[in-house]
């Protein structure tokens, strides 16, 4: 949901509003191999209107209808909080749809700002909680009834529609375009949720089993946070960190209260509601989307990016929700090799210095959107999309599977073990454990990049720097014989203790090339390297040796038995601590070896924890201390992960 963003300091936002600007501009930036752009002036003719929701509260909605009437068209529609600019009837934006593919198809397009935000009347809610049945009184709104409002009136008011509609959405749109399947409007036959928000707590942007995930948080909310109290085309000024390093930032800021005593000053409420809300209480729990997803009529399809640093969690539950609650449901679930929103980028090859071959984005949108909507839409095509369509990294190349994870996985267990060894034998002997020392004060960065933009290419990102340090214990397999395929959710079983009474625990699994690895043809999105040299020259080529990161995540010791009701660490006692990385597709080649990395921070992605039984969101400098760590490996206390191993 968070957007990143190259350019630092901006005072203000630009048109397009907010941080889903940037997100609309890379989407613009089509590839030299791709068709010329479609001239959307030429082929549309745009009207704006408010329409009346239930309640009497009226939203905005640009729109924009084929000029040539000589055919009826479905509406495809988005709701978004990132404004559906730019405004007035002779501005027009220079692309339309999920993509230039579907823009030449010939649809009805309405871009809606949603309820509260740019142009919409009304009151603004983050996460909007959804209500337990179908509204009984013209007050009772939520987002479900304010798309059913405003699909009627396009129905009605919009012409020539075929009476179909369609609603995709990216990331924050994403999670408007599931919210649609409630209660959905019969009209509605197609939904595609494309990274959609489903739980702030657990897993999307804002935390990760309960831990704060800081440098998201407040580099959202210190912007799209600010109150609007009237209908604008503008949006707030853009917070200035002032410094380049979010790393500095974060860190000179303090304990978590001097965010809003320091640079907020009481303008951001969301941020100080999550302050008062440290746990997962009711106020979390309500604007839960999963519970309500039953009885889904719209067909569905779920886009995901393996890599997108923001919502995964959200796609993947959202799946296995109406999966299990709406069994009847047309849905495919189709997830590839990308950073947030990067399917709709037809250029995206590669992330970071990883290379995925040709572009999966430009299959996807061709191959794949394309068909879903035309289809469910207008009867074209036939219904051929399986139920997973899944990217596999490693070895780029596209599966199809009936569920997820496919069914013929074997659970497998990764042991750690003294030496910093890691293989599939449980330890029999050795050293009890091994010991690290976590000091608040100097916590592990996240990334080897100075910037204060969190970036994307974290997620892929080589991870020798960490290695280096003394509070980051490594564990690696002997080099792979053949292919190994993990597909499916990765569960770190910990066996762990501290000399606090609080602590982190992240883990990360990382694919180490061989020190042979020739350098890709052509260059990732890092920037230019130098050429291939020859083994044993320098410099040496980029991917020799490098420890691509595959997949990490955050557990905080005091939600280890309850999200709700958070308990302390018993000092230097044993604990076992459980959690779910989310899911990969991805292959150890042979040649290859499997690394895991623990440490205690991943600085200022997560924000730091004191390593004392406090509320962290009310903590004060004189609570944070140093700690020690022990990560077990004995017969008794075997520290492991739990992996889908798919037989090849």
């Not at 649609?180 to 197609?190: C, I, Q």
């Not at 990883?354 to 219904?383: H, M, R, T, V, W």
């Not at 501290?498 to 020739?518: E, N, R």
């Amino acid at each position: 949901m968070i957007l990143s963003f190259t350019r630092l300091r901006f005072k203000t936002v630009l048109p397009l509003g907010c941080l889903f600007s940037i997100f609309c501009f890379v989407v613009q930036t089509w590839s030299q191999e791709s068709a010329p752009p479609v001239d959307v002036k030429a082929l549309y003719q745009k009207t704006e209107a408010q329409v009346p929701m239930r309640d009497g509260v009226k939203l905005f909605v640009s729109i924009y209808v084929p000029r040539d009437t000589s055919k009826h068209y479905p509406i495809l529609m988005q709701r978004t909080p990132y404004s559906a600019a730019p405004y007035g009837p002779d501005a027009y934006r220079n692309s339309v749809g999920p993509s230039q593919t579907l823009a030449r198809e010939g649809y009805i397009f309405a871009y809606c700002d949603v309820r509260g935000r740019w142009m919409s009347e009304g009151e603004f809610s983050n996460m909007r909680p959804m209500l337990n049945q179908a509204s009984q009184s013209p007050q009772q709104i939520d987002e479900a009834t304010d798309t059913y409002d405003t699909i009627e009136w396009l129905l009605k008011n919009v012409q020539p529609n075929n009476g179909r509609v369609g609603i995709w959405g990216i990331s924050y749109p994403g999670f408007y375009a599931a919210a649609a399947t409630v209660r959905a409007h019969p009209a509605l036959k197609a939904a595609s949720p494309q990274a959609p928000i489903a739980d702030w707590f657990v897993g999307d942007d804002m935390h990760h089993n309960g831990a704060l995930y800081l440098l998201d948080d407040f580099a959202f909310f210190s912007t799209f946070g600010r109150p609007r109290p009237q209908p604008t085309t503008q949006g707030p000024p853009r917070f200035d960190f002032g410094v380049r390093d979010a790393y500095r930032f974060f860190l000179e800021m303090g304990p978590l209260p001097n965010a809003d005593k320091k640079y907020l000053k009481g303008d951001v409420a969301f941020w100080n509601e999550q302050m008062q809300h440290p746990n997962y209480d009711e106020f979390w729990r309500s604007r839960n989307l999963l519970p309500h997803l039953q009885n889904v009529t719209p067909a569905v399809m779920l886009v995901g990016g393996l890599f997108d640093a923001e919502d995964w969690y959200g796609p993947t539950h959202i799946y296995q929700q109406i999966k299990k609650a709406s069994p009847a449901t047309h849905q495919s679930f189709v997830f590839g090799p990308w950073c947030h929103g990067c399917w709709a980028r037809p250029d995206y090859k590669s992330l970071g210095d990883i290379n995925f071959g040709s572009s999966p984005s430009q299959f996807f949108q061709e191959q794949i959107e394309a068909k879903f909507f035309n289809y469910y839409l207008k009867d074209e095509g036939s219904n051929d999309l399986p139920a997973i369509y899944a990217f596999r990294t490693g070895l780029n190349d596209w599966k199809k599977y009936d569920q997820w994870p496919p069914a013929n996985t074997q659970s497998k267990k990764l042991f750690l073990k003294p030496g910093g060894k890691l293989d599939f034998a449980a330890p029999t002997a050795g050293q009890q454990y091994d010991e690290f020392v976590s000091d608040p004060a100097h916590p592990v960065p996240y990334t080897n990049r100075v910037s204060i933009a969190r970036g994307v290419t974290y997620m892929t990102e080589d991870q020798r720097f960490t290695a280096r340090r003394p509070d980051v214990l490594t564990y690696t397999s002997e080099t792979l014989k053949e292919d190994l395929t993990i597909a499916g959710p990765i569960k770190a079983n910990l066996f762990v203790s501290t000399s606090g009474t609080d602590a982190d625990w992240v883990v990360k699994v990382i694919d180490v090339f061989p020190d042979d690895t020739p350098e890709p043809a052509a260059a990732g999105q890092g920037g230019n390297r130098p050429q291939p040299q020859a083994p044993g020259t320098w410099p040496a080529p980029p991917l020799a040796g490098y420890e691509m990161l595959v997949r990490g995540d955050v557990m905080r010791s005091r939600f280890r038995n309850s999200l709700e009701r958070p308990e302390a660490m018993v000092p230097n006692e044993v604990t076992p601590i459980s959690y779910t990385l989310w899911d990969v597709h991805h292959t150890f080649r042979k040649g290859h070896r499997i690394m895991v990395q623990v440490q205690s921070s991943w600085f200022p992605l997560v924000d730091r924890n004191p390593q004392k039984f406090v509320n962290i969101y009310t903590a004060q400098e004189s609570d944070f201390q140093k700690a020690v760590h022990h990560i077990y490996h004995t017969p008794q206390n075997a520290t492991n992960l739990e992996v889908m191993v798919l037989p090849e």
